[in-house]
């Protein structure tokens, strides 16, 4: 009688899937911009490389690419969601209290100062491309910095019309709020070495950013 043996037939490697892999999909983009803003803040731009923010992401270098353009692409669009996601209150402030525009400035510098206390990494990027002349440097003016100050213009111009206040140029005062304020945030690690103790109490920074915004206020109306 004839045995007929049948063999096992190999299984060939199964067949891939369409699209992104599942790690990539998952990672949203709100997760990467946030990322790349604080790659960018940290290393600067020249220092900062899409292929190692990728790695940071564990996504491809190609995913990135895609969705987000060049690196100067890449940049911009991490530098308008940030503004996007954090800056509203701080541009609202200039719509407050349209009677009373020293009470519209103080609420500015505070809500400017708060800002500065849960956006640290900001400063990293206006201190990086502030001081030299770049394209990145003319984008930030003009799309969010030049606006800002002129809003500032003005409103210093209503309480000077009411009030006295000191000699001081708006961008002399951003200066302080960003380089000043903004730092004093930024600089936790210094802080943690040579401040007071209520200093290194990260559930104190309420107390910080009152006090700040009101030396500051101190300073400028007396």
């Known amino acids: 009688?004839?045995?007929?043996?049948?063999?096992?037939?190999e299984a060939g490697p199964a067949p891939r899937r369409r699209g992104r892999p599942a790690q990539e999909t998952a990672v949203s983009e709100e997760?990467?911009?946030?990322?790349?803003?604080?790659a960018f803040a940290s290393l600067g731009y020249e220092g900062t490389t899409v292929r190692e923010i990728a790695k940071q992401l564990s996504v491809s270098h190609n995913l990135?690419?895609?969705?987000?353009?060049?690196?100067?692409?890449?940049?911009?669009?991490?530098?308008?969601?940030?503004?996007?996601?954090?800056?509203?209150?701080v541009f609202t402030a200039f719509?407050?209290?349209?009677?009373?525009?020293?009470?519209?400035?103080?609420?500015?510098?505070?809500?400017?100062?708060?800002?500065a206390a849960a956006n640290p990494d900001w400063v990293g990027i206006t201190h990086a491309e502030g001081?030299?002349?770049?394209?990145?440097?003319?984008?930030?003016?003009?799309?969010?910095?030049?606006?800002?100050k002129q809003r500032l213009d003005a409103l210093f111009a209503e309480v000077a019309a009411r009030r006295t206040m000191r000699s001081l140029s708006t961008s002399a005062f951003m200066a302080l709020l960003v380089e000043g304020a903004g730092f004093y945030f930024a600089s936790r690690p210094l802080l943690?070495?040579?401040?007071?103790?209520?200093?290194?109490?990260?559930?104190?920074?309420?107390?910080?950013?009152d006090r700040l915004a009101n030396f500051l206020l101190g300073g400028l109306l007396g």
């Open 95 to 115: 719509d407050e209290l349209p009677d009373d525009p020293e009470a519209r400035l103080r609420l500015l510098v505070h809500r400017f100062c708060a800002w």
């Open 1 to 9: 009688m004839d045995v007929t043996v049948i063999l096992p037939v």
């Open 192 to 209: 943690d070495l040579i401040g007071e103790p209520d200093e290194r109490d990260g559930r104190k920074v309420d107390d910080q950013v």
């Open 131 to 148: 001081r030299r002349a770049t394209w990145r440097l003319d984008y930030i003016v003009e799309i969010y910095i030049r606006p800002f």
């Open 31 to 38: 997760r990467m911009l946030d990322h790349v803003f604080s």
């Open 64 to 89: 990135l690419n895609v969705r987000f353009g060049s690196k100067a692409d890449l940049w911009k669009r991490a530098i308008d969601w940030r503004v996007a996601r954090f800056g509203g209150p």
